[in-house]
């Protein structure tokens, strides 16, 4: 075993005492909940024809009330019928609490003997919590070099994210845009009731799209392989269309509208009525606005010359398409700039989470930083 192995594993193993100390003292990665008891009263919605409502269905509307003491234990659901006939429904959501609110509650539970708050560890969000941390020392563990847990993670996180798109567009697109145009009736039945009657022209383009999909799942069959590169077609030039006239509107036409038309290169500012403005600063203001369209003209013009590749760049040209570099080069060190600092603020993010909420050793929510100090009194009563 090398000398560098030994280090990184006496590493490791005073972490893991470190946790473990702290997860026993019950001093890191633990969320509280206290219950919060819910319960609605339908108001039947008039009655009034549909023909009156459109295509919509009348729909009633919920007032908020308050059940009966003991109606609703921690994890039931309550529902009755008043005697109007309106229904009463009820339930109990969980909310995520400060540590600190609940050390404070049964420290003050115990100093006075009076009732144990309702509040308790939630143990389905600390196991989630847990599993965040880890999968994030996993994925910084392959700073050091490949390893399983990092090959681990990285199988979770692609799975995990395919599974969740998968479900979103099943829900999100399938069954509200595919299926209620082509089964309208079953989609209202089971999961969508208020789904409205689709038109003649959805129907039509929902079908297509279903044969469009069906001929691109031929690509995992070998001999009919070839009936999926039509709708791969298709989806590529509509693609390619759309992005067409989008990048001409935005990237073209208004960078032209932004260094001519709407940016001339001498500004004048006037006078504010009320605001505290004065001549010195007006002609601040004004100079600094014609030196930024000034510069905004100048660079696009430089910098489409660079590309003008009809000609010898040579001389006036020549010297025109180096200051295009240059703006270039400066605009390409700001683009990767703002990539590396919202890289940066990712990287702090996950600091935070594991120092703050893992191993609460920093407070910057005022969370749990009288963790320690509560657990003391307690354990001195």
Known sequence: MSRQTIIWALIGLLFVGFISFRALAGRMGRIYVEPKVQAFEEVPADPIPWADQGDRPPRATWNPVTPPAGAIDRRGVWQETDQS???????????????????????????????EPESRLSWPRTIGLWLAALFTLAAFSFLYRDNPFYKFTESVVVGASAAYYMVVGFWDVLVPKLFGALVPWVVREVVQPTLRDPSLADRLAMAAAL?????????????????????L??????FAGLKLFTFIDSDLLGQLRAATAQSPLVVVKELVPGQPLGTGEMIWQSFLASLQNSLLLIGTVCTLFYFFFSMEQKGAAGRVARVGVWFLMITFGAVFGFTVMGRVTLLAKRFEFLFDDWLWLIDPRGVHQLVSTILGVVAGA
Request: net charge positive.
């Open 85 to 115: 006939g309106a229904k009463i429904i009820g339930w109990t959501s969980w909310r995520e609490i400060k540590a600190t609110e609940v050390f404070e509650a049964r420290a003050e539970a115990l100093r006075t003997g009076g009732r």
């Open 211 to 231: 044969v469009l999909g069906v001929m691109l799942l031929m690509q995992l069959v070998p001999k009919v392989r070839w009936m999926g590169v039509w709708p």
């Open 233 to 238: 077609a298709f989806i590529i030039g509509t």
